[in-house]
T-cell receptor, first 111, second 114 residues
């Protein structure tokens, strides 16, 4: 089976940096994905790490350590519009064979 | 591209009624997924198709749930009979190929069963 653990809620200040952690247990690992979901909206893809290290996409970065079964999403220069839920996910059999999601981290940004 | 299209966006029905949710994936995507989201259980994969063929339906909760994909541009998820515990947001997502790291989600159908 597969399971992912992430904090349920994180609070940060506008303009600051926040890190959302994710640990996973999976039989067969192919990569760690991150999705963003605003209230009432659909999940949207943010990033994917198949190899160890840091992937940067604008203000968002994602890190993976396969030996530690651990990853994180780093959001810089926080804006109010970043207030959303963030989900880490792993593939069931790799890539497009369906995803198992964590319960999500609700990011609250204060002015 | 219009993205993944789902209908209806909201559905309110009474217990025991049949519910049919519809999805049109992004053109050219070979994989289609149905997910369910609730506060208690989060986002769960129900079933997925590859080239219109159901591959894994182990996430379908009960025999009351069924899904079909008669062609590459249309899929349905049916619940018969519906129960209050089926109340959730149902998302359809599509992906272009195996190994793709990106799934594209539709806007979802919010189902309320009274």
């Amino acid at each position: 089976g597969q399971s992912l653990e992430q904090p349920s809620e994180v609070t940060a200040v506008e303009g600051a940096i926040v890190q959302i952690n994710c640990t996973y247990q999976t039989s067969g690992f192919y990569g760690l994905s991150w999705y963003q979901q605003h209230d009432g909206g659909a999940p949207t893809f943010l990033s994917y790490n198949a190899l160890d290290g840091l992937e940067e996409t604008g203000r968002f970065s994602s890190f993976l350590s396969r030996s530690d079964s651990y990853g994180y999403l780093l959001l810089q220069e926080l804006q109010m519009k970043d207030s959303a839920s963030y989900f880490c996910a792993v593939g069931r059999k790799g890539g497009a064979d369906g995803l198992t999601f964590g319960k999500g981290t609700h990011l609250i940004i204060q002015p | 591209d219009a993205g993944v299209i789902q209908s209806p966006r909201h559905e309110v029905t009474e217990m025991g009624q049949e519910v049919t949710l519809r999805c049109k994936p992004i053109s050219g995507h070979d994989y289609l997924f149905w997910y369910r989201q609730t506060m208690m259980r989060g986002l769960e994969l129900l079933i997925y198709f590859n080239n219109n063929v159901p591959i894994d339906d182990s996430g379908m909760p009960e025999d009351r749930f069924s899904a079909k994909m008669p062609n590459a541009s249309f899929s349905t998820l049916k619940i018969q009979p519906s129960e209050p515990r089926d109340s959730a947001v149902y998302f359809c997502a599509s992906s272009p190929r195996r190994g793709s790291d990106t799934q594209y989600f539709g806007p979802g159908t919010r189902l309320t069963v009274l």
